[in-house]
Every structure is written in structure tokens, then in C-alpha cells.
């Protein structure tokens, strides 16, 4: 985020030269293209969330360079929010889960955590851009704005394409292998799960100081 508020401020840099004009969008392009290729193959719960996070910081790359900073910006907090909720109820998953974070060791977890399910839900509809979302429009915003002045055009709208695409599948993954697919984890860990020992009086097993956050 750092990094992209920079380029935003130094914009009328970038504009006395045409090198930025290839630089920018086509780092971005690889960027997100390759995030999204690599969250996709992650089986690792925070390892997904991190080459996601990398994918649509490319995204924003690739916006700075069309000099549509409102959309910048607008990109910025639609992924700065749904991104840190989600990562709050992974943070609660791996809470439940005793820190184990390979999704192919749980399973099952609606039962139990179905606060969790239902936020984390919202968050990845988002960051998967599926229609009638934030990220759908701010994703559609995106593309059109890559207009055809931007050296490389096919080059940079088919690498965000591909991780736009990218995004439906690591984000389903995600909420598969974790929520929704058949039990996993050692039968000890879910036997443990219930609201005496997480101290829970809410729509979870986990705390109430996890949930209210």
C-alpha cells in the first residue's frame, strides 16, 4: 500500500517519460498474474491470503499507471477492508485449528465456526470480484480504464484476466477445503470444540473478544 500511494504522489514524475508507461502496468500485469497463479496452488491458509494480497497489489499497479487515482484509491479500501476481515476470521480458524494452517488437515469448520464462515464469505465474494460486489466493480473499473493508450494492452488485460480468473478459484478453494469439506483434522480436535472451553455465547466456538473483532 506503501508503495502504491508513492507511485500515486509521484505521478507527475512518471509523466515525463514514456519508459513508465511500459514499466508500470507491465510489472503490475506479471504481478497480479503470478500472485493469482501462486495463491491458487497454496495449500497453506495464510500463504494463500499472502500471493492473493500480491496479485491485487499488482492490480494497483496497473491502476497507477492509468493516472485514475480515484479508482486507485477506491481499489485500495475495498481490498484494505475485506482483506483484513477475512484474515481475522483465518486468524480465528487457526485459533480453533491450534495453529495447524494446511487446509487439507481441516474440514468441516461450519459447524462450528459459522460467524466466521458467513463473514469470511462476504470478504472473499469481494476479493474474487463476483458479481454485484465491490470487487466486481471496482475490478470492471479496472479494466476499462486500460485504455488503449497503455503500450502492451493485450499483454497487460490478458495477465489481469488471469488473475482475476486466478481469484474465483483460490477463493473457492479456500472456503472449501476449510468450511465446507468433509472432516480432516484428528477427530480429538473436534470433539474439543464447543462453546464450555472456548468460553463462547455467540453464533461461534471461538472467543468473544475474537468475535467481536
Avoid: W
Avoid at 64 to 79: A, K
Avoid at 139 to 166: E, P, R, W
Wanted: charged share 10%; with cysteine.
Amino acid at each position: 500500500s506503501a508503495g502504491v500511494y508513492l507511485i500515486l504522489r509521484f505521478n507527475f514524475i512518471f509523466d515525463c517519460t514514456q519508459f513508465s508507461r511500459f514499466l508500470v502496468p507491465t510489472i503490475g500485469a506479471l504481478t497480479a498474474a503470478y500472485g493469482g497463479v501462486c495463491a491458487v496452488a497454496q495449500s497453506d491458509i495464510k500463504k494463500t491470503l499472502a500471493y492473493s494480497t500480491i496479485s491485487h497489489c499488482g492490480f494497483l499497479m496497473v491502476l497507477c499507471s492509468t493516472e485514475m487515482n480515484e479508482f486507485t484509491i477506491l481499489y485500495l479500501y475495498v481490498h484494505g477492508f475485506f482483506k483484513a476481515g477475512v484474515f481475522m476470521c483465518v486468524g480465528n480458524v487457526l485459533r480453533i485449528t491450534r495453529g495447524y494452517q494446511d487446509t487439507r488437515r481441516m474440514g468441516g469448520l461450519l459447524k462450528y465456526l459459522p460467524f466466521e464462515y458467513f463473514c469470511a464469505s462476504i470478504g472473499l465474494f469481494n476479493l474474487a470480484g463476483l458479481p454485484f460486489t465491490f470487487g466486481f466493480f471496482i475490478k470492471h473499473l479496472l479494466l476499462i480504464s486500460l485504455g488503449d493508450y497503455i503500450y502492451l494492452y493485450y499483454f497487460v488485460i490478458f495477465n489481469c484476466l488471469v488473475g482475476a480468473f486466478a481469484g474465483l478459484f483460490y477463493s473457492y478453494r479456500l472456503m472449501t477445503y476449510t468450511f465446507i469439506d468433509f472432516k480432516k483434522a484428528s477427530k480429538v480436535l473436534y470433539l474439543n470444540l464447543n462453546r464450555i472451553n472456548y468460553n463462547s455465547k455467540f453464533y461461534t466456538n471461538s472467543s468473544i473478544a475474537a468475535t467481536l473483532s
